[in-house]
Structure formats: structure tokens, C-alpha cells
């Protein structure tokens, strides 16, 4: 098996590596008929391009995306579509000095041990460069959603300074580099990180991704689980260790009474949340609520710092990692985090619609807003 593939109806294949001509992937399972075209996926490209801020990599890489099958005309086919961005802007000769070395904190010694070989120039596939194409894979995963269903992501935390949840507006996501939802932490990260690239060191982080609109009944009680999906896929992207539903690791210092998410029948016959600590899933089924997930992303391995490490010879040597990186691997890690969280919930919509077409959806309003 080639591990390359997730989905199972919304099926998305990713190939190439960070230094070869270029990137691309295959997303099997669209409905015919959707409108795209790629200035659409262009759009959502541009949120992860590297080179587009000071706190991010400085590779200049203008993503240019092509589509090679599946659109006829400005609508999808039904057929695979296939997509392909080249690589432009690749310095090999910055990794020469790591070719017979393993760098800590990085993939390469466990990559070299399960195949035998490597492509050590910007981390070959391992490189965060494939995850690209999965925010390809997202604008397109949108387009089958539809305008229904609001996808947005947010950093929220930067090292060990968290934002002030209270400040939280969507609309300053767009007036800072960090997606952050607050100025003031926005401002205060960005006094840090400035500190943290001068030392050549790094930070971690937490993103935060919220789905509205979402309707009720995606998933399955027990293998098909939408949050483990949710999960395997914003788990399977680079640099993150972990990852929550709604309440997470804080649910386990609530009580019973705290945690549970009371309800009410309105006098329009809609059904009201007083809450949304399970993060808009139940049983691993969607309740119609806000999907509320985040995941913690490490500090980024590439650092200017002496580390020590083992060579391929057996032999122990000290290096340091040079080339162009992230000092904070979370800010471009926010639109990859959008992209996963849209494909798994298309492939839950339509795996949904394949087991339960006659499904009659009960009217669901969110949880109400913390007084």
C-alpha cells in the first residue's frame, strides 16, 4: 500500500516531493457539474503560498496551480481531476552537508529506516511542500459543499502565549500574518517571533479550524466516526502532535453537569443547543452545531542552533540545519487546516447521502452565545 490517498468517496492522491520539478495530485469521487475553474483554487493557494510574509519561509514559490483532466468547460466531469503545480524556486545545494546526516527533530532517520534511501533536499516527500495540494484538494472539497457551509481557521496560540478568546473577531484574521483572531496577540507575536527568527530558533502552535453550517448526521457511531476522521486527517499533516474535538483535553476537568450540552424545543419547532462542548459532534455523528477542532503544531525542526546528531556511518556529529523555514510552522498551517477539514466532511456528506438519501434532517440552531 502507498499511504498516499485518504478519503474514501472524495478520494484525494497527492504526489511528488519538495525539490523535484513539481507537485501534484488527483482528487477522485467529485460530482459532475460543479462549477470550477482555477482562479478558484488559486484563491486558497495564495493563503499558503510560502514567501508571502516575513514570518514565513522566504522560497519563492507562486503555486501556480493547473488542472490537467476533469473540468470540461467550467464544470467538473465526475472524472478524476488531476492537478499540477511546478516547483520553482528549489536550493538543493543548502541540504549537501545533511545528505549523510540525520537532523534531529526531523523525519529523516525513521524515512531512511523503513526505505532504505531518502531524498534529503528539503525533506522529499516528507516536506510540508506536499501540502499544497491539499488545500487544492480543499477548494475544491468548498466548491461541493457549497456557500452553506463556512470553513475558517485561526491561530490562537503562539508558544505559550494564548489569545484572549473574549477579543475574538473573525475579521482580524485578514489584517495580520498569524490568521489571529485578536490584535493584541497578534501584536505581541509578532514583537516574538521577530526575536525568534533573529536567534534562528523556532515556536510551536495551536490553530484553531470552526465549520458552520454543517448539517446533522454525517459520520457513524462507531468506525466512521466523524471526529476521528477530523482528527487522522488534521493529524496526518506536517508537524502536528496533537489534536481536539470542542471541549478536548479540558473536558476531562469538567463535571458531568458542565460538560453535557443541554437542549430545548423552541415554539418553532427547532431544536436549541444551550452549548457546544462536544465541538458539534455526537456519538461521532454531526449535530448540525459549529465542528470545533483544533491541533497543536511543534516548533519547526530547521534551526540555526548546534544540535547534536548521528550521521549514516554510525558516527556522532553536531549540525545545523540552513535554508529558508518556517520559524513558525502554524501560520501557513492554518488554510492546510481548513483544506483537511473540508475534504473529510465532503466525503462524509457524500458517504451520507449513499447510506441515507431519504434521511429527513431535523431543523438544528447552534449554541447560544456565552452571556
Keep these: 500500500m502507498s499511504h498516499n490517498s485518504f478519503g474514501h468517496l472524495f478520494r484525494v492522491t497527492t504526489w511528488g516531493e519538495s525539490h523535484g520539478p513539481a507537485i501534484g495530485g488527483v482528487v477522485d469521487g467529485c460530482p459532475p457539474g460543479i462549477p470550477l475553474d482555477e482562479a478558484w483554487i488559486q484563491a486558497f493557494l495564495d493563503k499558503r503560498r510560502p514567501g508571502s510574509g516575513k514570518f514565513v519561509t522566504q522560497r519563492q514559490e507562486p503555486d501556480q496551480v493547473r488542472i490537467l483532466s476533469g473540468v470540461f468547460e467550467g464544470r467538473t466531469t465526475g472524472t478524476p481531476i488531476a492537478l499540477m503545480i511546478e516547483n520553482q524556486d528549489q536550493r538543493s545545494k543548502d541540504y549537501g552537508e545533511i545528505a549523510e546526516s540525520f537532523r534531529p527533530g ?121 471526529d476521528a476522521d477530523l482528527a487522522a486527517g488534521l493529524m496526518s499533516i506536517n508537524a502536528v502532535k496533537g489534536v481536539e474535538i470542542g471541549e478536548g483535553f479540558a473536558a476531562a476537568a469538567l463535571t458531568g453537569e458542565e460538560n453535557a450540552d443541554e437542549m430545548r424545543m423552541r415554539q418553532d419547532g427547532q431544536v436549541e443547543f444551550l452549548a457546544n462542548h462536544a465541538g458539534g459532534i455526537l456519538g461521532g455523528i454531526s449535530t448540525g452545531q459549529t465542528i470545533v477542532a483544533r491541533f ?76
Design 106 to 226: 526531523h523525519a529523516d532517520i525513521a524515512y531512511e529506516w523503513k526505505y532504505g534511501i531518502r531524498d534529503y533536499r528539503g525533506g522529499g516527500r516528507a516536506s510540508a511542500r506536499e501540502t499544497a495540494m491539499r488545500v487544492a484538494a480543499g477548494a475544491i472539497a468548498r466548491r461541493v459543499l457549497g456557500e452553506g457551509v463556512v470553513i475558517r481557521g485561526a491561530m490562537v496560540q503562539m508558544g505559550p502565549d494564548r489569545i484572549d478568546p473574549a477579543a475574538w473577531d473573525w475579521a482580524e484574521t485578514h489584517n495580520n500574518e498569524f490568521w489571529c483572531p485578536d490584535p493584541a496577540a497578534a501584536a505581541r507575536w509578532a514583537e516574538q517571533l521577530a526575536d525568534i527568527r533573529k536567534a534562528g530558533s523556532s515556536v510551536g502552535a495551536v490553530i484553531e479550524i470552526q465549520a458552520d453550517g454543517v448539517p446533522p448526521g454525517l459520520g457513524a457511531p462507531i468506525y466512521g466516526k466523524l
Design 296 to 371: 497543536a503544531v511543534k516548533p519547526t525542526s530547521s534551526i540555526l542552533t548546534l544540535r547534536q546528531a548521528v550521521t549514516r556511518a554510525g558516527e556522532n556529529t553536531e549540525l545545523r540545519t540552513k535554508g529558508r523555514h518556517d520559524p513558525c510552522v502554524g501560520i501557513r498551517a492554518v488554510p492546510v487546516g481548513e483544506a483537511m477539514v473540508a475534504c473529510i466532511l465532503v466525503d462524509h456528506l457524500l458517504r451520507h447521502r449513499a447510506q441515507c438519501p431519504d434521511a429527513v434532517q431535523a431543523p438544528i440552531l447552534p449554541a447560544r452565545k456565552p452571556t
